[in-house]
């Protein structure tokens, strides 16, 4: 039967391209600061009616509480006895970013040497074609229980689906979770991702003067709440570039796939002569240890500013953490760290933006199993197991919410997509495979599950 899948799927790509091209088109930023809501509402019924197509009978858009709208459905198959299989996805996009950066329009998908370019391509619209194109090569013919859920606010992380699964459990539960919003190794490198960093987001403000000062006149004796804030930053990383904030391990070891060095260089971008940082490898720095990142400062830009001392300045931090750290406690540890690094007695106040779990899934199950099977049937490779610097805040929910599922993450991203920057592509052969490996799945799982 996989082999007449392998065929069904192969025939069915003839649309995804052109289907994938509507959706790009799509302005589905769920920021209507930036975009307006149209392009996430147009998306939104778009996905709705091809799964409606695919006879889920009541497919509807369910609001959730930060607004957004999220594409909610089930299909039940003849056993009632079956088990229950959840598909996952979101709609929504990063923005573009810099356009002239793109070397074709952000929102139009064109082919550029056998990739295929557009925002959403990968992240994650790419996966909703993923989940289509699998349903479809398997038609009627599929011996478990669907539920679905395409959310429209993931990229935003203003939590609104999170918040609707805690409200609304009866309606997600399932034995098997596909999270598709990963993806693989390589290009036709198959992989899951078991292990997904949280994350603590902080902005520091430091004050130093009640307004500001000609430099010359006072600079020296007077405090600069910059230079104050430049000499905090410093701490915390060590001259190898380990995050070093105090009471946090950052001692931790990958023992998964690992992330070869010079491919990590290559899809990293780094410039000639420019060294990977932190006295781990690769993955142990990606996957196993906190990472902390400065993501913004308040300052003056370098054309237009005056002779003068800065007198209050802000930082948004951004720190990642491995499975097993609790964001609470980080959280606390960082703004400690924050405040004993203040120098000059400048005033520091620190607000906490976001925080997230990290999550690690388990892998002994049958689900887990069959996917493995699935993969290396499809790819005609054994799947490994990957980490992800990358937080998704659901996992954990799902995960509280349903102990007894098994979450599995996958998807068709891959280190050449770009995701997140300009120029997003997708090879379309990992949509196909990926496609196929999940069709394979939904096939065999109800089997594997009856022992």
């Given at each position: ?41 147009q ?24 607004g957004?709208d999220?594409?909610?459905?089930s ?5 009632p006895?079956?088990?229950t299989?959840?598909?996952?996805a ?5 923005p ?7 070397r074709?329009p ?17 992240d994650c619209?790419?996966n ?10 398997l038609?009627?013919?599929t011996?478990?229980?669907l539920?679905?859920?395409v959310e429209g606010s ?8 999170e918040a ?10 399932a ?18 991702t078991?292990?997904l ?5 902080v902005?520091?403000?430091v ?5 500001e ?13 910059l230079?104050?804030?430049i000499?905090?930053?410093?701490t915390?990383?060590?001259?190898e ?5 105090t ?13 070869p060095?010079e491919?990590?260089r ?6 000639e ?25 308040d ?12 007198p209050?300045t802000a930082?948004?931090?951004n720190?990642?953490?491995?499975p097993g ?28 933006e976001?925080?997230?779990a ?8 049958p689900a ?5 099977s ?10 490994t197991t ?14 509280d ?5 098994e ?13 997140h ?12 495979l ?5 069709a ?12």
């Amino acid at each position: 039967m996989s082999v007449d899948l392998r065929s069904q799927v192969h025939t069915l790509m003839g649309a995804v391209r052109s289907e994938l091209g509507e959706l790009v088109a799509f302005r589905s930023v769920a920021d209507p600061r930036q975009f307006p809501v149209e392009g996430s509402t147009q998306t939104a019924h778009w996905v709705r009616d091809k799964f409606l197509e695919l006879g889920f009978d009541d497919v509807r858009l369910d609001r959730t509480p930060d607004g957004s709208d999220a594409v909610v459905g089930s299909r039940a198959c003849a056993n009632p006895d079956a088990p229950t299989v959840l598909l996952y996805a979101h709609y929504d996009v990063q923005p573009p970013l810099d356009d002239a950066a793109w070397r074709t329009p952000p929102f139009e998908l064109h082919e550029v040497d056998g990739r295929w370019y557009g925002r959403g391509t990968a992240d994650c619209k790419g996966n909703i074609l993923m989940h289509l194109l699998a349903l479809r090569a398997l038609g009627d013919d599929t011996p478990v229980n669907l539920r679905l859920v395409v959310e429209g606010s993931e990229e935003a992380g203003t939590g609104g689906l999170e918040a609707f699964v805690a409200a609304n459990p009866d309606l997600f539960r399932a034995d098997a979770i596909l999270v598709c919003d990963t993806g693989n190794a390589a290009v036709g490198r198959p992989a899951v991702t078991v292990s997904l960093r949280g994350m603590v987001n902080v902005v520091v403000s430091v004050e130093a003067l009640a307004s500001e000062v000609h430099s010359g006149m006072f600079g020296g004796p007077a405090p600069d709440a910059l230079g104050a804030l430049i000499a905090m930053l410093a701490t915390l990383h060590d001259a190898e570039g380990n995050t070093v904030i105090t009471g946090l391990d950052g001692s931790g070891n990958w023992t998964g796939e690992p992330y070869p060095p010079e491919q990590f260089r290559s899809d990293a971008g780094l410039l000639e002569g420019v060294q990977l940082v932190g006295d781990g490898s690769v993955s142990d720095m990606l996957w196993a240890r906190p990472a902390i990142t400065v993501l913004g400062i308040d300052c003056p830009p370098v054309l237009g500013s005056s002779a003068a001392l800065v007198p209050r300045t802000a930082a948004r931090l951004n720190l990642r953490l491995p499975p097993g750290m609790d964001p609470v406690v980080a959280r606390d540890a960082l703004v400690a760290h924050l405040r004993v690094a203040a120098p000059w007695g400048v005033h520091v106040d620190v607000e906490t933006e976001a925080m997230g779990a990290p999550f690690r899934a388990e892998t002994s199950g049958p689900a887990y199993r069959t996917m493995a099977s699935a993969m290396d049937e499809a790819f005609g490779v054994p799947m490994t197991t990957l980490g992800q610097g990358g937080s998704i805040p659901l996992c954990n929910v799902f995960a509280d919410t349903y102990p007894g599922a098994e979450i599995i993450l996958m998807g068709v991203e891959e280190p050449l997509t770009a995701i997140h920057a300009p120029n997003e592509s997708v090879d379309p052969q990992e949509i196909e495979l990926c496609a196929l490996a999940e069709a394979i799945f939904l096939k065999n799982y109800s089997a594997v599950v009856a022992g």
